[in-house]
């Protein structure tokens, strides 16, 4: 708490700011009543030892295990019993549990498979789930146990969380080949694994499909679907089925309401989210502090302070207290509005009411500094989380955030001591971090340094995308140098990588400032040809580029496309018209083309 309070204290120092004055008289009386209410796979290859070397090691609180086992040995019974309770209680390490399973496929009679399937279990809540594998495997080859419906759920689970759903449906074929009946658990993991994959359209077949034959689909099915459709911007599917749970009795939750209500806050159908709220509540299903903090995120986003400040008064009025996510979700809001002051005095209020800020929070406020340009003040907060010790240390979204910001106000340099940084911490840098310091490079003319760094992204193995190439591609245009530009973007095919819209502007506009306006147009062409369409800022870069070596019909023909395509002739284009209708006596023409657009 203390070190909360000093964190708070520094932030308030560093956040003397003036409420804008755009900002309605109405909303920063909402805000401060808001303010006010707060405060009162596959196997691993590493995984290939013999079965007695996983079981052996030299750990100190494995000899405890091997005294206990030791212990109990006289007593089959007594031994099974503490094995059940440190399975439910969970085992500390993975040398602890294997130290009892090789005891456990030494005794005589072997256990239960029951007995087996439940220490399984107990392997996968540790998240091992490549050893729960091998030993799955281990105890079949050896003929410990046969395999049963459970102990291949089991098998299904593990690589659907490895995302190897494809293995999972293998072991689904195993099940009906050797005479069983998979359950509702089998086909519910199957569906969470496709989901985890973005594979939701199958998910929802397999799902329709299990109804059809008659399986009754659980809470944890209709919910795993639904989630997968909420994310996948399906919401109106996910009512549906809602729809659906509530007619043949499948027990609606409010696990299923928060998913969707949230859902629909995030594509800002507030008053669609409400009245799904009202709903819950007819039925009888309660609302928690996650159905509130989705409301409340909603009525911000859309600027609806007053509603949000009439929702929290409902929400502490039914007991139900903010938590670290209601709170997040108001700084979060308050920064995109350009309110970092009021944001501040959130996090204070928070650690005021002893719910300490996490990483999430400090770095959502530190982005609304960097939206606002004040990147001194986003490196306080940054330079605080390093010297916190009570679980605030940076994180990849922390790095890049402060990295991102030191890019926007030139000094990409500092942001590249950053990088190094970041890895002394054991945090390493992802392909958005690296892309972002390569942009950074690339606008502040490094474009050595760039070059260096891109092929820093290649030997380290990164899977690059097209915007790492896109921006390097813009940084080397940028520079003048065209023909090292046209190797980047004419290597892309031999990457497996697709130009998109930015990339094909990216060089189009290149080309035109080149004046080389017949190879760009060519290059438009092909873009259409290989189902990229032009946007507005493609098309206006390439008339502009008509327009500045007078070749005025080609551009007006060119503008009439893009006019009749639904886009609009950006400022420059629409100067460089005016000026063309003063100088060639085409103002007839060019306003009317200029009134289309």
């Known amino acids: 708490m203390k070190r909360a309070a000093i964190a708070s204290s520094n932030l308030r120092h560093g956040a003397v700011f003036a409420v804008q004055n755009g900002t309605p008289k109405s909303t920063i009386s909402a805000i401060r009543s808001l303010l006010f209410l707060i405060n009162h796979p596959i196997l691993d290859d590493n995984f290939r030892a013999s079965f007695h070397s996983q079981t052996c090691t030299t750990n100190p609180s494995t000899h405890r295990k091997l005294q206990v086992v030791n212990n109990f040995s006289s007593s089959r019974t007594m031994f099974l019993k503490f094995v059940t309770k440190q399975c439910r209680g969970g085992f500390t390490n993975l040398d602890d549990a294997l130290v009892f399973f090789n005891r456990m496929v030494q005794l005589q009679p072997l256990p239960s498979i029951a007995c087996f399937n439940h220490f399984l279990g107990a392997i996968v809540r540790m998240k091992h789930y490549t050893t729960a594998i091998s030993l799955l495997k281990k105890m079949e080859l050896l003929g410990i146990v046969e395999p049963s ?25 195993r099940i009906l080949k050797l005479g069983f009946e998979p359950d509702t658990f089998t086909l519910t993991t199957l569906i969470r694994g496709l989901c985890g994959e973005d594979r939701v359209g199958q998910a929802v077949e397999l799902f329709n499909d299990m109804v059809a034959k008659g399986f009754q689909p659980n809470v944890v099915t209709c919910t795993t679907i639904i989630n997968g459709l909420c994310k996948t911007g399906n919401t109106s599917a996910a009512i549906g089925l809602l729809k659906k ?9 409010n696990v299923v309401y928060n998913t969707i209500i949230d859902s629909l806050c995030k594509d800002k159908l507030v008053s669609e989210a409400f009245n799904l709220f009202s709903d819950m509540i007819s039925k009888g299903i309660l609302p928690n502090v996650f159905t509130y903090s989705s409301l409340i995120h909603g009525l911000c986003s859309s600027n609806q302070w007053k509603e949000a400040t009439r929702l929290l008064n409902e929400m502490v009025n039914r007991k139900i207290e903010p938590n670290v996510w209601t709170f997040t979700i108001l700084v979060d809001a308050l920064c995109k509005e350009g309110k970092i002051a009021e944001a501040v005095d959130i996090v204070e209020v928070m650690i005021q009411r002893s719910e300490v800020p996490n990483v999430v929070t400090y770095n959502t406020l530190m982005d609304g500094y960097c939206l606002q340009g004040k990147f ?8 605080l989380m390093e010297m916190s010790q009570s679980g605030l240390a940076p994180d990849t979204v922390t790095f890049t955030t402060i990295i991102g910001g030191l890019c926007h106000s030139g000094k990409p340099l500092a942001a590249q001591e950053i990088i190094r940084e970041m890895r002394a911490c054991g945090q390493e840098p992802n392909l958005m971090t690296y892309s972002i310091l390569l942009d950074g490079l690339c606008k502040n003319k490094h474009l050595v340094e760039a070059m260096t760094l ?7 193995g990164l899977h690059l995308d097209i ?26 095919s031999t990457k497996g990588l697709q130009p998109n819209i930015h990339t094909y502007t990216i060089m189009i506009n290149g080309l035109c400032r080149e004046g080389l306006l017949s190879e760009a147009n060519m290059l438009l062409e092909k873009m259409e040809e290989c189902g990229c369409s032009p946007n507005g800022v493609t098309y206006n870069i390439m008339a502009q580029g008509f327009l500045r070596n ?30 063309l209708s003063d100088n060639s006596g085409l103002n007839h023409s060019v306003l009317e083309l200029l009134h289309k657009s």
């Open 454 to 460: 891109f092929r820093e992204m290649e030997e380290i």
């Open 245 to 253: 749970m509530e007619e043949r009795n499948w027990g609606a939750n």
């Open 550 to 579: 007078n070749e005025t019909s080609r551009a007006m023909q060119l503008i009439h496309e893009m006019v009749e395509k639904g886009f609009s002739a950006d400022a420059s284009t629409v100067t460089m018209l005016i000026d």
């Open 376 to 383: 001194d003040e986003a490196k306080k907060i940054f330079d």
């Open 149 to 173: 419906v459970c102990s291949l759920n089991i098998l299904i689970n593990c690589y659907c969380h490895l995302n190897r759903v494809d293995i999972g449906f293998s072991v689904l074929g």
């Open 467 to 492: 915007v790492p190439y896109s921006i390097l591609i813009n940084g080397v245009c940028r520079a003048g140098n065209l023909e090292a530009a046209r190797k980047l973007f004419c290597s892309l």
